[in-house]
T-cell receptor, first 109, second 112 residues
């Protein structure tokens, strides 16, 4: 069965303290791995799509990487406005999206 | 380009009632998916429609149903509401199966 596990569940960082979020997955025929950001009470906001192992995408302080078993979302020198829940999703050969339960990030000024 | 819109944004219903939620996708997007989000379970897939046909369905009881119209707008219906149906219901659209999904703001349903 397709499955996505995210760790840690929650992460508190000081402003400027870089770190990484992990998304490990098992899926039949990976079509894509997606990262989203969700603020409280809002819908998830699309960040990145990764399609194959070795691929990397960057946007401002965020960088997403992909291996055959997991993906990392690296946050460099985070700011308080980066505080949110970060969700990972995979799309397998069945074309359905499977979401992890997310990592709640808090960046303290 | 306008994003995904959902109506209503908030809804309070009584156990046993039924409810219909509406979703308008981004212009040009032919696929609409519905998700239930709760604090304990995260995002749970309900179903996906593409060109008015249900393409995928999650593990939810038959009380949850949906449909898609020729203009790609979609509705989701929940009959015989239960307290456990209280959740944020999210709609997402995408251009086609190989593209990312874009989410609406959600409908917060409270069942009392």
């Amino acid at each position: 069965e397709d499955q996505v596990t995210q760790s840690p569940e929650a992460l508190r960082l000081q402003e400027g303290e870089s770190s990484s979020l992990n998304c490990s997955y098992t899926v039949s025929g990976l079509r894509g791995l997606f990262w989203y950001r969700q603020d409280p009470g809002k819908g998830p906001e699309f960040l990145f799509t990764l399609y194959s192992a070795g691929e990397e995408k960057e946007k401002e302080r965020l960088k997403a990487t992909l291996t055959k078993k997991e993906s990392f979302l690296h946050i460099t020198a985070p700011k308080p406005e980066d505080s949110a829940t970060y969700l990972c999703a995979v799309q397998g050969s069945g074309n359905q999206f499977y979401f992890g339960t997310g990592t709640s990030l808090t960046v303290i000024p | 380009k306008a994003g995904v819109t959902q109506t209503p944004r908030y809804l309070i219903k009584t156990r046993g009632q039924q409810v219909t939620l509406s979703c308008s996708p981004i212009s040009g997007h032919r696929s609409v998916s519905w998700y239930q989000q709760t604090p304990g379970q995260g995002l749970q897939f309900l179903f996906e429609y593409f060109s008015e046909t249900q393409r995928n369905k999650g593990n939810f009881p038959g009380r949850f149903s949906g449909r898609q119209f020729s203009n790609s707008r979609s509705e989701m219906n929940v009959s015989t509401l239960e307290l456990g149906d209280s959740a944020l219901y999210l709609c997402a659209s995408r251009r086609d199966i190989f593209y990312e999904q874009y989410f609406g703001p959600g409908t917060r349903l409270t069942v009392t």
